[in-house]
């Protein structure tokens, strides 16, 4: 399979900011994007050269229309957890793959997944999703992300960071972690939908080393030209938050992570791979650091002048 030839991907979840990322690379790269949205028109996202869809993630017909005439796949499911909703909207993805003949569907689990089954619905419906759809038969691909760059690119941290040098987050500060870019993703993401004699491996993709809190920091610090300091966010103090955001159901089913994170149950469970998906998919993450130096942080900045 070759990235040379221009691949027709159904990409599930391009309004959200991970399947955005991947649809706007495949877009760069000339491949041809078709995705599913329920959002009006004036609501959906900038996504140059991807073709837009109405439809129902849960609607069946929905899906097949979405995935007819593609060659490829791409799919990250909505903040969704319950386990009833996911596993439906799994079926209709592997059916409709299935009756297309997609020739590689690629799965963003959205997180790591431990390998011990746990209580928490963020891994538990994500590791049901993988199940449908690799018993579903479609060929599989399937990449699990650790925590976004991105997120601390917010009005949550980015005033704190800018101002006053603080980055809070809500995971252990000892627990190591392979912080990656939503651009990182998606170039992982396109090396599994073209890499050959990929199929039915399970990636533990991240960026380029796990970083501790201390450690992230010191990479900020690097990046923005001063001094940071990382400072444990309690995760009940950022689910309270979120929810404002997102409602308390999906902020409850995204906090699960971190507290699950906080309890210590598997402090490596964000780390790095060692090398494995970064030399199986021939990528190459830029340090922390160069991500951050090309942020625009002075949005953020309390200070009417811009920063130098």
């Given at each position: 399979?070759?990235?040379?030839?221009?691949?027709?991907?159904?990409?599930?979840?391009?309004?959200?900011?991970?399947?955005?990322?991947?649809?706007?690379?495949?877009?760069?790269?000339?491949?041809?994007?078709?995705?599913?949205?329920?959002?009006?028109?004036?609501?959906?996202?900038?996504?140059?050269?991807?073709?837009?869809?109405?439809?129902?993630?849960?609607?069946?017909?929905?899906?097949?229309?979405?995935?007819?005439?593609?060659?490829?796949?791409?799919?990250?499911?909505?903040?969704?957890?319950?386990?009833?909703?996911?596993?439906?909207?799994?079926?209709?993805?592997?059916?409709?793959?299935?009756?297309?003949?997609?020739?590689?569907?690629?799965?963003?689990?959205?997180?790591?997944?431990?390998?011990?089954?746990?209580?928490?619905?963020?891994?538990?419906?994500?590791?049901?999703?993988?199940?449908?759809?690799?018993?579903?038969?479609?060929?599989?691909?399937?990449?699990?992300?650790?925590?976004?760059?991105?997120?601390?690119?917010?009005?949550?941290?980015?005033?704190?960071?800018?101002?006053?040098?603080?980055?809070?987050?809500?995971?252990?500060?000892?627990?190591?972690?392979?912080?990656?870019?939503?651009?990182?993703?998606?170039?992982?993401?396109?090396?599994?939908?073209?890499?050959?004699?990929?199929?039915?491996?399970?990636?533990?993709?991240?960026?380029?080393?796990?970083?501790?809190?201390?450690?992230?920091?010191?990479?900020?610090?690097?990046?923005?030209?001063?001094?940071?300091?990382?400072?444990?966010?309690?995760?009940?103090?950022?689910?309270?938050?979120?929810?404002?955001?997102?409602?308390?159901?999906?902020?409850?089913?995204?906090?699960?992570?971190?507290?699950?994170?906080?309890?210590?149950?598997?402090?490596?469970?964000?780390?790095?791979?060692?090398?494995?998906?970064?030399?199986?998919?021939?990528?190459?993450?830029?340090?922390?650091?160069?991500?951050?130096?090309?942020?625009?942080?002075?949005?953020?900045?309390?200070?009417?002048?811009?920063l130098r």
């Amino acid at each position: 399979m070759s990235s040379e030839i221009p691949m027709r991907v159904a990409v599930v979840g391009a309004t959200g900011f991970q399947g955005g990322a991947v649809a706007r690379l495949l877009a760069e790269r000339h491949h041809r994007v078709r995705t599913l949205t329920r959002r009006p028109s004036a609501d959906r996202p900038p996504l140059p050269g991807a073709y837009f869809l109405a439809g129902d993630l849960g609607r069946p017909a929905d899906v097949r229309q979405l995935f007819e005439g593609t060659t490829h796949a791409f799919v990250t499911m909505p903040l969704v957890y319950e386990s009833e909703r996911v596993e439906a909207y799994a079926r209709n993805v592997a059916e409709a793959a299935l009756e297309a003949g997609t020739e590689r569907l690629v799965f963003n689990s959205n997180t790591r997944i431990p390998l011990a089954p746990t209580d928490v619905a963020a891994f538990e419906t994500r590791r049901l999703a993988e199940r449908v759809l690799r018993d579903s038969g479609v060929p599989l691909v399937v990449i699990r992300p650790p925590v976004y760059l991105d997120n601390l690119f917010s009005p949550w941290n980015g005033p704190a960071l800018v101002d006053e040098g603080v980055l809070a987050y809500p995971l252990p500060a000892a627990a190591r972690t392979a912080w990656l870019s939503h651009r990182g993703l998606a170039e992982a993401a396109l090396a599994a939908l073209t890499r050959e004699d990929l199929e039915g491996r399970t990636f533990d993709i991240g960026g380029e080393r796990s970083l501790t809190g201390g450690e992230l920091a010191a990479a900020f610090g690097r990046g923005l030209g001063r001094s940071v300091r990382y400072e444990e966010l309690d995760p009940a103090a950022f689910e309270q938050g979120l929810a404002q955001l997102l409602g308390p159901e999906t902020a409850a089913g995204v906090a699960g992570i971190y507290h699950f994170m906080a309890s210590g149950a598997d402090p490596l469970l964000m780390a790095d791979d060692d090398g494995v998906s970064t030399e199986v998919l021939a990528l190459e993450p830029p340090p922390v650091e160069e991500w951050v130096a090309r942020q625009p942080w002075q949005v953020w900045s309390s200070d009417a002048s811009p920063l130098r």
